[in-house]
């Protein structure tokens, strides 16, 4: 080790490193050092012959991605003259230390780790783990090798409601002030609580919980906001990170980025005019020659009979794109019956033309299959196919509102424009998004970069069994 100098950046950093919490978050923003420093973390320890640390990541894949967690501890741990065995994801270290890296994906996985004692657990990406997994390893972070049991964690802001993270809120509350960014006088105080019929009790010291409950033992907490602003070595490694998080959309901008000072939004969530907004969509009275298009549908399975019901649409967008610009074209929707849709479909394809590709979202299992079969068959001599979706409704939407905030999106005039804008600028507070998933499904398909230039597939009844098939 003679000549190596390892040693946190000064600031939040330095003082996530240096906090005597026995549980401590680090983050609330992208591109703050975080990973980094659960790095460093352990290697205080690196001589302790019985000292073992496990550092979680939700799954392996991001464990091992390029530039994740393995990836960087490839560039500091062998700087220790520290071992690597993929096999299990170790580091050992000359005086017989371990860092060892693992996933937890699922949460019958805890029970995995039943009888382990690691004297120092860490997270990475903390909202991204259910709330029973940690609880559950905090009753595994003992120690029998003279270091004192402890845990570290990072994080980017969720809001309360979350489904996988919000519990984290539970913890970072009282670091965050009402319009959801963090206090800054509070970013590092210690907190003490304990766990009642599992729910946090808190106090400002030890002493006035162990008065309040004398039965159970204080754990010690902080919070340490970090940011892109308290990494200069990343800003000016990389200077074009920061204009990747401008240009995300604006909710995951407020969350990865924020305020400056601050840091990113735990309570900013998607609602009307955040997701979409109508300002951001140009309306032209023509479109440039060239480009590709496609018609992307969103199918629904039954029609409206009756005033008060209110069932889903079957919408279908047709866009174009030529270079880096989107142009929407059209949309049609309406809540009709199955049969209707055929119907439609055979309408809609007639006029917009054999040069137009047709998709659609494909429902899973074999029900799924079947439909698509039959759609398949129904447009027969069209350049048509299902495509199973991946991620919720937002994240599948996400990637054409970041486009639409720069203004890359724009809309042909025609008399559905203001349905059409209506629609996505009340997403995801209306009850129904079909229109927003066609639409999504229309730019996820342009914006593929395997999708080619010109559309001249037209696919036969010979190759639908294929399609079936695959």
Known sequence: MAGIEIKPQPGVQEQFLATSADIAFFGGAAGGGKSWALLLEPLRHIDNKDFSCVIFRRTYPQVMNP??????????????????????LSWEFDGGAVV????????????DWQGAQIPLIEWDELTHFERGMFFYMLSRNRSMCGVRPYIRATCNPVPPDDETGGWIHEFVGWYIDKAGYAILERSGVIRWF????????????????????????????????????????????????????????LVDRERLLGDPVKGGNWLVKPTAGKLFNRAWFEIVNAVPAGGRTVRFWDFAASEKKF?????????????????????????????????????????????????????????????????????????????????????????????????????????????????????????????????????????????????PATTSQVISRSSIESLLGA
């Open 194 to 249: 304990v766990v009642i019929n599992d729910a946090l009790h808190w106090a400002d010291s030890r002493k006035e919980l162990i008065e309040q409950f004398p039965n159970s033992e204080p754990k010690s907490f902080t919070f340490i906001k970090a940011s892109l602003y308290d990494n200069p070595k990343l800003l000016q490694a990389d200077p074009g990170y920061l204009a990747n998080l401008m240009a995300l959309p």
């Open 67 to 88: 530039g994740g967690l393995w990836d960087e501890a490839q560039k500091l741990y062998p700087l220790l003259q520290a071992e690597s065995k993929e096999s299990d």
């Open 307 to 451: 005033a008060k019901d209110d069932p889903d649409f079957t919408a279908g967008v047709k866009m174009k794109r030529v270079g880096d610009l989107y142009y929407i074209l059209d949309c049609v929707d309406d809540q009709i019956s199955p049969a209707q849709i055929n119907t439609t479909l055979k309408n809609v394809a007639a006029q917009d033309g054999k040069e137009v590709a047709i998709r659609f979202e494909e429902e899973g299992g074999a029900t799924g299959k079947k439909d698509s079969y039959n759609t398949v068959v129904l447009l027969t001599g069209y350049d048509v196919q299902g495509i199973r979706p991946e991620g919720d409704k937002i994240t599948r939407a996400k990637p054409l509102a970041a486009q639409a905030l720069v203004g890359n999106v724009k809309l042909l005039r025609g008399e559905w424009n203001q349905r059409w804008l209506n629609h996505m600028h009340g997403q995801p507070d209306l009850p129904h998004d079909d229109i927003m998933d066609a639409s999504s499904g229309a730019f996820s398909f342009l914006a593929d970069p395997n999708t």
């Open 100 to 111: 060892r890296f693992a996933h937890m994906q699922h949460e019958k996985n805890k029970y």
